[in-house]
């Protein structure tokens, strides 16, 4: 059997790669929305958390456009493909060559972008005036610098990912987060909210350092030292660079979209810019926690196929197909639940302090409308992953940018002329926004299927699949709305639990009796890790 060919147990260790990149994104993800509900606790929707959510956004463009998504379409396919092939010490050396020739670009970008920074929140938020643009500048400066260090830690993962260690670099964050909810949680009651935001800055540039301080040793030892140099005598990192451009490039317009979503909600009333970051974080919990941890686990073991080409080109789409299949049977029930228990999510996550029930039917509204996008762009993550493996980093870039455009042209209508034309408050422009994006999601997944299918063979989730789905979630979702409206609790921790938990019981109970195999083996999946727990408890028992 060659390398491209499929098999039950090529398949497996997939499986478990996605589960251990999920369980790492699902930690550092909690730890986000407590490190949110603090923060929402102290600062609610005020000109502070406007400022400090706008200011973060300034030097988190320079994380993006040179982090994890980046380097991991550019500089794992080369790096497994070495591996693959037993040429470790060239894979040695090409990382050496990236991590110096990234340490000297990201340096200069830093010193550029802090010297930067008032023209940069001239740009990103021209809404803010006097005491409120002079905090978000000091903030932004505070911040570049651990931006800049975030860089790094996708660079470890991209090393980690290629030997298949993928918990790690996916739990990392948690430090981070852990070290921005410890500042707030220290500071948070002696100091008034303009303070705070700015020491909190000071905690997250912390909480960088440790971020990439903990993966730093595995990485070490995995490369055998660090051999810091910008030789390429065989030209990898040469690719790397070339395949490095488009997806920066791409990278880049995707990242013009989001600042100009936040420059058009900085010019809606206070309080808009905040709540766009608050459903943000939530929307993009299911494209990381499934999306990304199929796509990632996918792109290394998709990049290392090598064969014939029409065996190479069946092996991906068994893969795509697969992964698709199983990113559906999360993420469609992900969607059903912001669309009808949005309200019981955000309380549950945010209703704190200063965040009131009025801030949770904002944030509800404004997430309903991101849930629009939701399985396209998860999708769309896994069609790019399939792209990058096959050294194709031009043609998402192209989709990217017509994705764009149509985002900025519809976002710029939905947000600001239609909500006076149809008599609905200003501030509701931000729902608009996040429609605008979910459409332009769905184009951009149309084209990037249609582009691979000529390549490699039809692809995409079975239409009857996703019907049967859609029917088990929102069957479940109209039991979870019944208990919510009948149910007699005041604290919305407990009733998002008792909701949200029958809601995820009845889907998982409806897809059973539909006969989807991946509720059957979900299932098989649970019962194996009980009992592997019960074994390891009665082992410690004796």
Same mark, same amino acid.
């Given at each position: 059997?060659? !390398?491209?060919?499929? *098999?039950?147990?090529?398949?497996?260790?997939?499986?478990?790669?996605?589960?251990?990149?999920?369980?790492?994104?699902?930690?550092?993800?909690?730890?986000?929305?407590?490190?949110?509900?603090?923060?929402?606790?102290?600062?609610?929707?005020?000109?502070?958390?406007?400022?400090?959510?706008?200011?973060?956004?300034?030097?988190?463009?320079?994380?993006?456009?040179?982090?994890?998504? @980046?380097?991991?379409?550019?500089?794992? $396919?080369?790096?497994?493909?070495?591996?693959?092939?037993?040429?470790?010490?060239?894979?040695?050396?090409?990382?050496?060559?990236?991590?110096?020739?990234? /340490?000297?670009?990201?340096?200069?970008?830093?010193?550029?972008?802090?010297?930067?920074? $008032?023209?940069?929140?001239?740009?990103?938020? $021209?809404?803010?005036?006097?005491?409120?643009? =002079?905090?978000? @500048?000091?903030?932004?400066?505070?911040?570049? $610098?651990?931006?800049?260090?975030?860089?790094?830690?996708?660079?470890?993962?991209?090393?980690?990912?290629?030997?298949?260690?993928?918990?790690?670099? %996916?739990?990392?964050?948690?430090?981070?987060?852990?070290?921005?909810?410890?500042?707030?949680?220290?500071?948070?009651?002696?100091?008034?909210?303009?303070?705070?935001?700015?020491?909190?800055?000071?905690?997250? @540039?912390?909480?960088?350092?440790?971020?990439?301080?903990?993966?730093?040793? *595995?990485?070490?030892?995995?490369?055998?030292?660090?051999?810091?140099?910008?030789?390429?005598?065989? /030209?990898?990192?040469?690719?790397?660079? !070339?395949?490095?451009?488009?997806?920066?490039?791409?990278?880049?317009?995707?990242?013009?979209?989001?600042?100009?979503?936040?420059?058009?909600?900085?010019?809606?009333?206070?309080?808009?810019?905040?709540?766009?970051? %608050? +459903?943000?974080?939530?929307?993009?919990?299911?494209?990381?926690?499934?999306?990304?941890?199929?796509?990632?686990?996918?792109?290394?073991?998709?990049?290392?196929?090598?064969?014939?080409?029409? +065996?190479?080109?069946?092996?991906?789409?068994?893969?795509?197909?697969?992964?698709?299949?199983?990113?559906?049977?999360?993420?469609?029930?992900?969607?059903?639940?912001?669309?009808?228990?949005?309200?019981?999510?955000?309380?549950?996550?945010?209703?704190?302090?200063?965040?009131?029930?009025?801030?949770?039917?904002?944030?509800?509204?404004?997430?309903?409308?991101?849930?629009?996008?939701?399985?396209?762009?998860?999708?769309?993550?896994? %069609?790019?992953?399939?792209?990058?493996?096959?050294?194709?980093? !031009?043609?998402?870039?192209?989709?990217?940018?017509?994705?764009?455009?149509?985002?900025?042209?519809? /976002?710029?209508?939905? +947000?600001?002329?239609?909500?006076?034309?149809?008599?609905?408050?200003?501030?509701?422009?931000?729902?608009?926004?996040?429609?605008?994006?979910?459409?332009?999601?769905?184009?951009?997944?149309?084209?990037?299927? !249609?582009?691979?299918?000529?390549?490699?063979?039809?692809?995409?989730?079975?239409?009857?699949?996703?019907?049967?789905?859609?029917? +088990?979630?929102?069957?479940?979702?109209?039991?979870?709305?019944?208990?919510?409206?009948?149910?007699?609790?005041?604290?919305?921790?407990?009733?998002?639990?008792?909701?949200? /938990?029958?809601?995820?019981?009845? %889907?998982?109970?409806?897809?059973?009796?539909?006969?989807?195999?991946?509720?059957? =083996?979900?299932?098989?999946?649970?019962?194996?890790?009980?009992?592997?727990?019960?074994?390891?408890?009665?082992?410690?028992?004796?």
């Amino acid at each position: 059997m060659t !390398r491209s060919e499929p *098999s039950s147990t090529h398949r497996a260790p997939s499986a478990r790669f996605a589960l251990l990149v999920a369980a790492g994104i699902f930690l550092s993800r909690i730890f986000g929305l407590i490190r949110d509900r603090v923060f929402a606790h102290y600062f609610g929707n005020s000109d502070a958390a406007d400022a400090f959510r706008a200011a973060f956004r300034i030097p988190n463009f320079l994380q993006n456009l040179f982090g994890e998504g @980046v380097l991991s379409a550019s500089f794992i $396919p080369v790096y497994a493909s070495l591996l693959a092939q037993k040429e470790d010490e060239e894979a040695r050396r090409t990382a050496g060559a990236v991590a110096a020739l990234l /340490g000297l670009t990201v340096s200069a970008l830093v010193l550029v972008g802090v010297l930067a920074t $008032p023209y940069l929140i001239d740009v990103i938020a $021209p809404g803010f005036s006097g005491e409120k643009r =002079e905090l978000t @500048v000091r903030i932004v400066r505070i911040l570049f $610098p651990g931006a800049g260090l975030l860089v790094f830690s996708a660079w470890c993962l991209g090393i980690l990912n290629s030997h298949h260690r993928f918990f790690l670099p %996916y739990a990392a964050p948690v430090i981070w987060n852990t070290a921005m909810i410890a500042t707030l949680w220290g500071f948070g009651r002696n100091h008034m909210q303009n303070q705070l935001a700015v020491i909190l800055a000071w905690g997250s @540039v912390a909480g960088s350092a440790l971020q990439v301080g903990v993966q730093l040793p *595995s990485v070490l030892r995995l490369l055998q030292g660090l051999h810091l140099s910008l030789a390429d005598p065989r /030209g990898n990192v040469a690719i790397v660079v !070339r395949n490095f451009i488009p997806v920066f490039v791409g990278r880049g317009v995707l990242q013009i979209s989001a600042y100009v979503d936040a420059l058009l909600a900085s010019l809606l009333p206070t309080g808009a810019v905040a709540a766009l970051s %608050y +459903a943000q974080t939530l929307y993009t919990l299911p494209v990381s926690l499934f999306g990304m941890s199929i796509s990632a686990a996918e792109l290394p073991v998709m990049s290392g196929t090598i064969g014939e080409e029409g +065996a190479v080109a069946e092996t991906l789409r068994m893969r795509l197909n697969s992964g698709l299949r199983r990113i559906a049977f999360l993420v469609v029930p992900s969607v059903a639940a912001f669309l009808v228990l949005g309200d019981v999510i955000v309380g549950a996550i945010y209703q704190s302090g200063r965040f009131r029930h009025a801030d949770t039917m904002y944030v509800w509204g404004i997430l309903a409308g991101a849930s629009v996008g939701l399985v396209a762009s998860t999708f769309g993550r896994l %069609y790019a992953s399939t792209y990058y493996a096959l050294r194709d980093t !031009r043609t998402p870039l192209r989709y990217a940018v017509v994705r764009v455009v149509l985002t900025t042209i519809l /976002g710029y209508l939905f +947000a600001v002329p239609l909500p006076p034309a149809l008599g609905i408050e200003a501030r509701w422009g931000v729902a608009g926004l996040t429609i605008s994006a979910g459409i332009a999601s769905w184009l951009e997944f149309v084209l990037l299927r !249609r582009t691979l299918n000529r390549r490699i063979g039809h692809s995409g989730a079975p239409p009857a699949y996703l019907v049967s789905l859609w029917a +088990a979630a929102l069957l479940a979702a109209a039991a979870g709305w019944g208990i919510h409206h009948f149910l007699a609790v005041r604290s919305t921790i407990l009733r998002a639990l008792l909701v949200l /938990g029958s809601y995820g019981v009845l %889907y998982f109970v409806f897809t059973m009796a539909f006969g989807l195999t991946e509720a059957r =083996e979900g299932l098989q999946r649970g019962m194996r890790l009980l009992r592997g727990l019960a074994s390891g408890t009665r082992f410690r028992q004796g």
